[in-house]
């Protein structure tokens, strides 16, 4: 999708004026061509506002889309601007994705803003996601809230591109070992319990304290009790972000962290563009060995004819 620069222009402008059209065909546009974002940088991070990226991780069903709904009504409150971003898995089979996070995300006034975007099976985070974030903290967003799809035990780019981390756990989901395994739980910079309304809830509470202050750089992470149905620890989870947020800025370690989500958009984008050029290579070999035994090919000229196509394609652009 190709556009000029004087129709950007005219978008932004539109956009820093608070117009949630003009903010949502930019987001189009990045979606669909996340390399405009490259491209135009100069014009679509025009201006330089401090925000902050929250990422909100967990388990399917644990609730983030519940506590990001009262989060957005408690962040408004103190009159700050809220966007928030949640990623949706597409299905394996049709390539279609419900994106129906907006369903619990009901607290949208005018200084909020909501969209949700599709990502592949096999990425949690899409590149797309980055230049989106530094657009919408870009046009006076206070807070970029991002609701990660799911956490298993090895989908954690969401650490790389969040300034505060927020892991979101319930009460009987497994038992320790499972705790234990899932790596999620030692990046969390907030851990929240949710649902504490369940049974057994200060039991898991006990748990989750138990494991988390194990863990000596850990020991200071705040666990809050939330509960969505009463409004239980929502004000105490915003006063655990602006505590963290304080301390990451006081340490120099925020900035640390905005770097890095600078470099994993970077470092996802070149990925993309060379797992393209993988996809092209093995389809072209694909074609050149049709109709061979795959027994008469070998594992190692296989591997040097991609890498030689690969290497071509990089070098022609």
Request: neutral net charge; proline residues 3%; hydrophobic residues 40%.
């Amino acid at each position: 999708m190709s556009v000029s620069e004087d129709f950007l222009n005219k978008l932004v402008a539109r956009a820093l004026k608070g117009d949630r059209k003009a903010i949502a065909k930019i987001i189009t546009l990045i979606e669909c061509n996340p390399y405009i974002a490259i491209e135009y940088e100069d014009i679509l991070f025009a201006k330089r506002h401090e925000f902050t990226v929250i990422g909100v991780s967990g388990a399917p069903g644990v609730g983030k889309s519940s506590i990001i709904n009262l989060l957005i009504k408690e962040l408004r409150s103190t009159n700050s601007k809220v966007a928030v971003i949640a990623i949706d898995p597409s299905s394996i089979i049709s390539g279609g994705s419900l994106l129906g996070d907006r369903v619990r995300i009901r607290y949208l006034d005018e200084g909020a803003f909501f969209r949700s975007i599709s990502t592949i099976p096999e990425s949690d985070v899409p590149w797309k996601a980055c230049p989106i974030i530094e657009f919408l903290g870009s046009i006076g967003y206070d807070y970029v809230i991002v609701e990660h799809p799911g956490a298993g035990q090895v989908d954690i780019k969401i650490h790389d591109i969040s300034d505060i981390l927020i892991i979101v756990l319930q009460p009987l989901t497994g038992d320790e070992i499972q705790m234990l395994k899932a790596g999620l739980l030692e990046l969390g910079d907030i851990y929240v319990i949710n649902k504490y309304d369940l049974p057994q809830a200060e039991l898991f509470y006990n748990i989750v304290t138990s494991i988390i202050h194990s863990n000596e750089e850990l020991t200071k992470s705040p666990i809050i009790k939330v509960s969505t149905i009463s409004g239980l620890g929502i004000k105490e989870l915003v006063n655990a972000i602006v505590n963290v947020k304080r301390e990451l800025v006081r340490t120099g370690v925020i900035e640390k962290r905005r770097l890095r989500r600078r470099l994993a958009c970077i470092k996802n984008a070149i990925l993309s563009d060379l797992k393209a050029k993988l996809n092209e290579s093995l389809t072209d070999i694909e074609s050149k060995y049709e109709g061979i035994k795959y027994r008469e090919i070998r594992f190692y000229e296989l591997y040097n004819r991609v890498l030689k196509l690969i290497r071509d394609s990089v070098c022609r652009n």
